[in-house]
């Protein structure tokens, strides 16, 4: 294809999408007045929100009362069954007993990440379409669906606050294996994260309100409500935690702390305001720069699941580190009657509850056909 022939077609599209007027100086035509209906198709992005707001849990559980014995030093002694040494009560348990030894080191704690939510928005692209219908020579109703095809990631804090309790195991583990009895200890701590696949369906009503025209120039406000769908794979993120054992060169432990970090989504509902302009002199078609304003809760709720695994093996043994409370490990519990303080399990623990209001910019580019 010729030069020329590709510049008569760009000037042939232009002139079809926009044709000017017919003399210099005459005013843009006004849009008839049985134009009533108005489609847009739009591109833009979505900002803000990264920050979650909402509820936190207030206190996390408190592990159960488990019988101890088997070798722990004197004094005040007591253990409870918990699901994981990376929060809550787990955590609490764990530097108890490093206390009871005189050991320095702490388990690092990640309840202050879940609390404050480990999910916030993505700034990312939408594409999405707007239906409006003349009322008055003012005032018109509309419908909007905007996609938003990637919707959560995990906050930097969250990344920051678990890579720091993921590392934090495997010296606090050390540290309490090495108060004695124990060899061939080997203690691992991994994190891995999973953005997922997140999408977001923004669905409102309202009404716009054209302001007065500056020659091709249209500009507008609008106002509206509606919800938001949450849907797809939110962020997950796993740490995976192990320590292994020989204690008196005889009896073998072998424990693993599995804790799931992940996302539950809902519908939320949404409130829209903003404006723009429509841009075009021929009153059948024309761009369309739109910025509103996305108000309302995220529905982005953090939960935990923490299933521990306890190997059954032999020759079967108890021991309980002392302490008040203080570290137990049993590996056979059906021999020994006693149980690993690393027992019971969290199923679902929401520790936050993104419902509380918070403002997203979304900015789009349209074209619009009015008929």
């Given at each position: 294809?010729?030069?020329?022939?590709?510049?008569?077609?760009?000037?042939?599209?232009l002139?079809?999408?926009?044709?000017?007027?017919?003399?210099?100086?005459?005013?843009?035509?006004?849009?008839?007045?049985?134009?009533?209906?108005?489609?847009?198709?739009?591109?833009?992005?979505?900002?803000?929100?990264?920050?979650?707001?909402?509820?936190?849990?207030?206190?996390?559980?408190?592990?159960?009362?488990?019988?101890?014995?088997?070798?722990?030093?004197?004094?005040?002694?007591?253990?409870?069954?918990?699901?994981s040494?990376?929060?809550?009560?787990?955590?609490?348990?764990?530097?108890?007993?490093?206390?009871?030894?005189?050991?320095?080191?702490?388990?690092?704690?990640?309840?202050?990440?879940?609390?404050r939510?480990?999910?916030?928005?993505?700034?990312?692209?939408t594409?999405?379409?707007?239906?409006?219908?003349?009322?008055?020579?003012?005032?018109?109703?509309?419908?909007?669906?905007?996609?938003?095809?990637?919707?959560?990631?995990?906050?930097?804090?969250?990344r920051?606050?678990?890579?720091?309790?993921?590392?934090?195991?495997?010296?606090?583990?050390?540290?309490?294996?090495?108060?004695?009895?124990?060899?061939?200890?080997?203690?691992?701590?991994?994190?891995?994260?999973?953005?997922?696949?997140?999408?977001?369906?923004?669905?409102?009503?309202?009404?716009?309100?054209?302001?007065?025209?500056?020659?091709?120039?249209?500009?507008?406000?609008?106002?509206?409500?509606?919800?938001?769908?949450?849907?797809?794979?939110?962020?997950?993120a796993?740490?995976?935690?192990?320590?292994?054992?020989?204690f008196?060169?005889?009896?073998?432990?072998?424990?693993?702390?599995?804790?799931?970090?992940?996302t539950?989504?809902?519908?939320?509902?949404?409130?829209?305001?903003?404006?723009?302009?429509?841009?075009?002199?021929?009153?059948?078609?024309?761009?369309?720069?739109?910025?509103?304003?996305?108000?309302?809760?995220?529905?982005?709720?953090?939960?935990?699941?923490?299933?521990p695994?306890?190997?059954?093996?032999?020759?079967?043994?108890?021991?309980?580190?002392?302490?008040?409370?203080?570290?137990?490990?049993?590996?056979?519990?059906?021999?020994?009657?006693?149980?690993?303080?690393?027992?019971?399990?969290?199923?679902?623990?929401?520790?936050?509850?993104?419902?509380g209001?918070?403002?997203?910019v979304?900015?789009?580019?349209?074209?619009?056909?009015?008929?």
């Amino acid at each position: 294809m010729t030069m020329s022939l590709k510049v008569f077609l760009a000037c042939t599209a232009l002139s079809l999408a926009f044709p000017t007027a017919s003399h210099a100086g005459q005013a843009a035509p006004k849009a008839p007045s049985n134009s009533k209906w108005q489609v847009e198709i739009h591109g833009g992005g979505i900002v803000g929100g990264n920050q979650p707001a909402g509820e936190g849990i207030e206190q996390f559980p408190v592990g159960a009362a488990i019988v101890t014995g088997g070798g722990g030093r004197g004094g005040n002694s007591s253990s409870r069954a918990v699901s994981s040494w990376y929060f809550g009560d787990g955590t609490t348990v764990m530097n108890s007993a490093l206390s009871f030894f005189g050991v320095s080191t702490r388990m690092s704690s990640m309840d202050e990440a879940l609390r404050r939510g480990a999910v916030g928005s993505r700034t990312g692209g939408t594409v999405g379409a707007r239906v409006s219908r003349r009322l008055t020579p003012r005032f018109a109703a509309e419908v909007d669906i905007t996609y938003n095809p990637n919707a959560y990631q995990l906050t930097d804090e969250s990344r920051t606050a678990l890579s720091a309790t993921s590392a934090a195991f495997i010296p606090a583990w050390q540290a309490l294996l090495a108060t004695g009895g124990t060899s061939n200890r080997t203690v691992t701590s991994n994190l891995e994260i999973d953005d997922g696949n997140s999408r977001q369906t923004f669905v409102s009503g309202g009404l716009r309100f054209d302001l007065k025209r500056h020659g091709s120039v249209q500009p507008y406000v609008s106002v509206g409500g509606g919800a938001v769908r949450n849907s797809g794979t939110g962020p997950t993120a796993v740490l995976t935690g192990r320590y292994r054992f020989d204690f008196a060169n005889i009896f073998p432990m072998d424990e693993s702390d599995v804790v799931t970090i992940r996302t539950v989504t809902r519908t939320t509902p949404l409130v829209v305001f903003g404006g723009g302009a429509f841009v075009g002199p021929v009153p059948g078609r024309g761009l369309k720069i739109d910025v509103r304003i996305h108000a309302g809760p995220s529905g982005a709720d953090t939960v935990v699941d923490a299933k521990p695994n306890v190997l059954q093996l032999s020759p079967a043994f108890a021991i309980f580190t002392g302490g008040d409370p203080g570290v137990q490990f049993s590996n056979n519990p059906s021999v020994t009657a006693r149980q690993s303080s690393l027992s019971a399990t969290t199923d679902v623990l929401r520790t936050f509850t993104a419902n509380g209001w918070q403002s997203r910019v979304h900015l789009s580019v349209g074209y619009v056909f009015r008929f």
